[in-house]
Antibody, heavy 122, light 110 residues
């Protein structure tokens, strides 16, 4: 059974950085296509991009370039989202999500982490 | 990549059928048969209900169905039940390994 377990809530000051983790289990880590999705308070879902767990190649959606970095540590089956120069508007729940193992990216996101709340406030 | 357009709200009575629309462009919804629908209850992670326009993942009731015509996709929920009350989001593949979500529809069971 595929499981994505994310790190806990974070409270950060503007200008700081945060690194969120997403640990995958249930299948070979390189069988996942790890996506990141943002949900601001009371708002909808925004696709941030994804990282190829085979090659480590990231793809970023418009609006998520520069301050946002996807990375991997395959030795511990974990994907990371790092956000630098945090702003108040980065306050949101951040989800990792993946299609089924070895499935095409186009099949949609069948498995989701529980979400990690990042609050940016002085 | 602009967000797909969904009605902000929808409602229906128990037992009824309701359809939620999702309008995009020929670069996303109209260009690919890769539309997904997600259900999200308050404080929970989204759940995949429909993928590839009309396919249901294992465990999703057949009361949920999806379709597409041109640049508009639709999610129909029939035989409404109280637990169907949630936010629903559509999503479409937009080429070159990009996805786009709709703005979401808050669905109320009256």
């Amino acid at each position: 059974q595929v499981q994505l377990v994310q790190s806990g809530s974070e409270l950060k000051k503007p200008g700081a950085s945060v690194k969120i983790s997403c640990k995958a289990s249930g299948n070979t880590f390189t069988s996942y296509a790890m996506n990141w999705v943002r949900q601001a308070p009371g708002q909808g879902l925004e696709w941030m991009g994804w990282i190829n767990t085979n090659t480590g190649n990231p793809t970023y959606a418009q609006g998520f370039t520069g301050r946002f970095v996807f990375s991997l540590d395959t030795s511990v089956s974990t994907a990371y989202l790092q956000i630098s120069s945090l702003k108040a508007e980065d306050t949101a729940v951040y989800y990792c999500a993946t299609p089924p193992p070895d499935a095409s990216l186009v099949q949609g996101f069948d498995y989701w982490g529980q979400g990690a709340l990042v609050t940016v406030s002085s | 990549q602009s967000a797909l357009t969904q009605p902000p709200s929808a409602s229906g009575s128990p037992g009824q059928s309701v359809t939620i629309s999702c309008t995009g462009t020929s670069s996303d919804v109209g260009g690919y048969n890769y539309v997904s629908w997600y259900q999200q209850h308050p404080g929970k992670a989204p759940k995949l209900m429909i993928y590839e326009v009309s396919k249901r993942p294992s465990g999703v009731p057949d009361r949920f169905s999806g379709s597409k015509s041109g640049n508009t996709a639709s999610l129909t929920v029939s035989g409404l039940q109280a637990e169907d009350e949630a936010d629903y989001y559509c999503s479409s593949y937009a080429g070159r390994n990009y996805w786009v979500f709709g703005g979401g529809t808050k669905f109320t069971v009256l």
